[in-house]
């Protein structure tokens, strides 16, 4: 009967478009294309949010305004204090960097976006952002809200782009210890409560409760030294090789809806040298997340130094 | 084939609908109970005018749906072409269901289209193998496909869909 032969046509053409997405890239052009049409139902769809928070700043009481202002005065004369500080260490650091003739440190722009939607697929951990390619947004440009880096663009639509949050468990991000600059690879955990995990780091390396981790910049994907978790428990299975260590992520995955992009210096991406490691250099077109993800953690190999990151880096590659 | 074409926009309408109940956004607890409104909708217009709606349509709707959520390609066109085409085969049957048997067809129907949009997605590492919890969303469209059904029935008289 035809029906059947249609079926099969269909379930064919399906199964080949399947293995094109998942093989090529060609078509990403297409997905980018009919995106144009998928926007406004995102846009549509995130109008219930955008009218609640217009309501609260609506019907706000003066009150209210004035306490909140009085806190945010606060709020801002302790990070300007900070930022005095910092402004000392910054001048100090780039006087040490020009002693050891290092490359100059990055301070990368940011744009602003909002998330206007979360993937409903319970088992991978994404957002939609309200900036694409359009807004100059590239494949695997870094994502941070106000408390510490959240993810990576992985899609890029034409006014939106999807974001892999550094929860998900196929996303592994480079870090180290604030304290002491020991390095890890920071995975997304399975499971329902969104959190980190330390991926083979030895027994013997000197991790606590409490540290702070941020991006290493080894994976020359994400910008160094932005905060990314910091360690809720470190356990040490003796029968294991490894010791088990969780984190939480800074970022306010579930609560915020400000996140910022940040935006690469040009110079940086143009002027590479060879034999320094850059912070930003320009983005390699990878279509699977996931083998980018992978990709980003690889090159640690080449720049690690200590025996215990020679096991890890072992580990790694048979990812 | 069937009668003059009339209203078909009201199909493309509620469809479009049907993507938007799709993804808004839910609080966490929810996620698991979000029925599969996009399925129903084309289970119901294909049940109401099989000679209109078939295997192609379904198959195209599937593949806004991915490019909506961004998943994999083709993902909900096969699993919404399989879905047409058991709907195809059973419409006559399905019109003279009561409505608890309806609901019961869409059960499975919209259970064996989770069950395979999860299984590609596992097998091509989209998503993590988790708890089945995911099947809830067959047990909530099922419960909301009665309601549903009668409202798209008054859409479909109303505006006199062929």
Do not use: C
């Amino acid at each position: 009967m035809s029906l059947e032969y249609r079926l099969l046509a269909f379930l064919a053409l399906a199964l080949g478009i399947m293995f094109a997405d998942s093989r090529f890239d060609y078509l990403d052009r297409a997905r980018f294309g009919v995106a144009y049409l998928s926007t406004p139902v995102y846009w549509v769809a995130d109008i219930p949010a955008r009218a609640s928070s217009w309501i609260d700043d609506a019907f706000v009481s003066q009150r209210d305004l004035i306490e909140e202002n009085a806190q945010l005065r606060q709020q801002l004369l302790f990070a300007q204090r900070e930022l005095q500080l910092l402004a000392g260490l910054a001048s100090e650091n780039s006087r040490l960097r020009e002693l050891q003739e290092a490359s100059q440190a990055v301070q990368g722009r940011v744009i602003t976006a909002e998330i206007i939607n979360v993937s409903n697929d319970l088992g991978s951990r994404r957002v939609l952002i309200n900036r694409g390619a359009h807004n100059g947004v590239f494949e695997g440009q870094a994502i941070l809200d106000a408390h510490g880096l959240m993810g990576q663009a992985v899609e890029v639509l034409p006014f939106t782009s999807w974001v892999l949050l550094i929860t998900d468990s196929r996303h592994g991000i480079p870090v180290q210890v604030n304290r002491n600059g020991e390095r890890a690879i920071a995975r997304g955990s399975r499971g329902d409560v969104p959190g980190l995990v330390l991926e083979y780091v030895p027994d013997t390396a000197d991790i606590v409760v409490g540290d702070l981790l941020v991006s290493s910049g080894l994976g020359q994907r994400y910008p160094k030294d932005y905060p990314v978790a910091q360690v809720t428990s470190v356990y040490h299975d003796p029968g294991q090789p490894f010791a088990l260590i969780r984190a939480r992520p800074l970022a306010q995955m579930d609560r915020t809806r400000h996140v910022m992009l940040v935006v690469p210096d040009d110079d940086v991406i143009g002027g590479g040298s060879i034999g320094v490691i850059q912070d930003f250099p320009a983005p390699a077109p990878v279509s699977n997340p996931e083998a980018s993800a992978i990709e980003a953690v690889a090159p640690e190999s080449d720049v690690t130094q200590s025996n215990d990151d020679d096991s890890q880096a072992g580990v790694q590659g048979d990812l | 084939m069937g009668p003059r074409a009339n209203g078909l926009w009201i199909v493309i309408l509620s469809l479009l609908l049907a993507y938007l109940l799709a993804i808004v956004p839910l609080p966490d607890w929810a996620m698991h109970y979000r029925p599969q409104w996009v399925a129903m909708v084309l289970i119901y217009w294909i049940m109401a005018l099989p000679y209109r709606v078939g295997i192609g349509a379904a198959w195209f709707a599937g593949l806004f749906m991915d490019i909506l959520e961004g998943s994999l390609l083709g993902l909900n066109a096969l699993s919404f072409a399989l879905i047409a085409y058991i709907t195809l085969s059973l419409h006559q049957r399905l019109r003279m269901f009561s409505a608890l048997q309806q609901s019961g067809m869409i059960l499975a129907l919209v259970g064996l289209n989770i069950t395979i949009t999860y299984w590609i997605k596992v097998a091509t590492e989209q998503t993590d193998a988790g708890s089945l919890l995911f099947l809830l969303g067959a047990l909530s469209s099922a419960f909301v496909w009665p309601w549903l059904f009668v409202f798209l029935r008054q859409l479909r008289r109303g505006f006199d869909v062929r």
